[in-house]
């Protein structure tokens, strides 16, 4: 008997794809379906309509004493939810720890099986339900309370059995799911999604939240390298500057010019100070100019003396920002101290590879 089960499911295996996906002939077919411009549109203005109900009836005396809470925690604030409340509530703590503000997700499920033993008397746990009726968060709710903490629901309709249950609660005016059997949780996500990220700008203006401290939660990102980042940072050091005198002949130069993935020359004088610059560009310049008169000039005659430059200690943003301002965009910016020592060189493409 146990063969004969087998071998069918062997043979199915082994059928190709093709054959096999033709065999699920009693899924739906959607190849036919059509949604037109009117309709789109018109479910857009109706989801505009319903957020906008929100915004009208939202009580900020709540709101107020939400953010307080959060405030005056000197513990961890937790979120917890069920379902698609599970995951705004999970991506609000995220919000809140990139702000540097100590939270995190807590499961229902995975709490009443011995992850509640993080709660303390010192934290808040915020729980999401539209309904306010999660059966998963009523179970947890005496538990936490047992630990001490603050319970607060937050929920979209009024009266529910989790709102009288905990120390506080915030309710979310929703009109109806933008759902036409007003059942998919589309509408109402969206409004505890924009609740959450709402308290969590509120709490960075409160905490003075500077932009330096925000970017040092980023890091890895291109928000925080563009706050954190300096050209010292980024730039190539002096022994890797492609440098010549300006008594120099063009033409004794190109290996320099070409050979250190600069596209130009900084030209300086025997203190290592900057005199001008010249660039590959300058070299096509001056060849279409002079012809063979190239081979006896010197780049101090052709090299721009009055180039941009930028200092070790400004930010990588800001050279950037140099090198696309008008009248034209430049590819590199020599480095100097204040004495006009030219100690680096930053490109383009250097600052692209950084992930600026």
């Keep these: 008997m146990f063969s004969r089960h087998v071998a069918p499911t062997l043979k199915r295996a082994n059928t190709p794809f093709t054959s096999f996906s033709v065999s699920m002939g009693s899924l739906p077919a959607f190849e036919q379906a059509h949604i037109d411009g009117n309709t789109l549109t018109k479910l857009f203005r109706s989801q505009q309509s319903h957020l906008n109900f929100f915004f009208d009836h939202i009580d900020h005396s709540q709101t107020l004493a939400f953010t307080r809470a959060l405030l005056r925690t000197s513990g961890t604030v937790f979120f917890t939810g069920v379902g698609k409340s599970g995951f705004v509530a999970h991506k609000i703590s995220q919000t809140l720890v990139s702000l540097g503000i100590r939270s995190a997700f807590l499961s229902p499920v995975d ?73 998919a949780p589309v509408t109402s996500t969206a409004i505890q999604m924009v609740f959450g990220d709402t308290v969590a700008i509120a709490l960075m203006e409160a905490r003075n939240l500077t932009k330096e401290e925000y970017a040092a939660n980023h890091p890895a990102g291109k928000i925080g390298k563009s706050l954190i980042f300096k050209v010292k940072d980024v730039m190539k050091k002096q022994d890797e500057v492609p440098i010549c005198r300006e008594s120099d ?76 301002a008008p009248p034209s965009p430049v590819q590199f910016l020599p480095v100097i101290n204040d004495q006009n020592v030219v100690i680096g060189i930053v490109t383009l493409h250097g600052l692209v590879s950084a992930g600026l």
């Design 111 to 183: 709490a009443l099986h011995g992850d509640i033993g993080i709660l303390s008397d010192r934290d808040v746990l915020v729980l999401l339900s539209k309904s306010g009726a999660t059966e998963e968060l009523l179970r947890l709710v005496p538990c936490a309370r047992a630990k001490g903490a603050l319970l607060i629901a937050v929920t979209s309709v009024e009266g529910n059995a989790l709102s009288v249950m905990c120390d506080m609660t915030v309710h979310l005016p929703l009109q109806r799911e933008l759902c036409p059997f007003n059942l």
């Design 249 to 324: 002949l063009i033409m004794d130069q190109l290996v320099e010019l070409t050979s250190k993935g600069c596209g130009c020359l900084l030209v300086i004088d025997d203190g290592y100070r900057l005199i001008g610059t010249f660039t590959d560009g300058d070299l096509r310049r001056t060849l279409r100019a002079s012809g063979e008169a190239i081979f006896k000039l010197t780049v101090g005659e052709m090299c721009n003396r009055k180039p941009r430059i930028i200092g070790p200690e400004a930010m990588a943003v800001e050279a950037m920002q140099k090198m696309e």
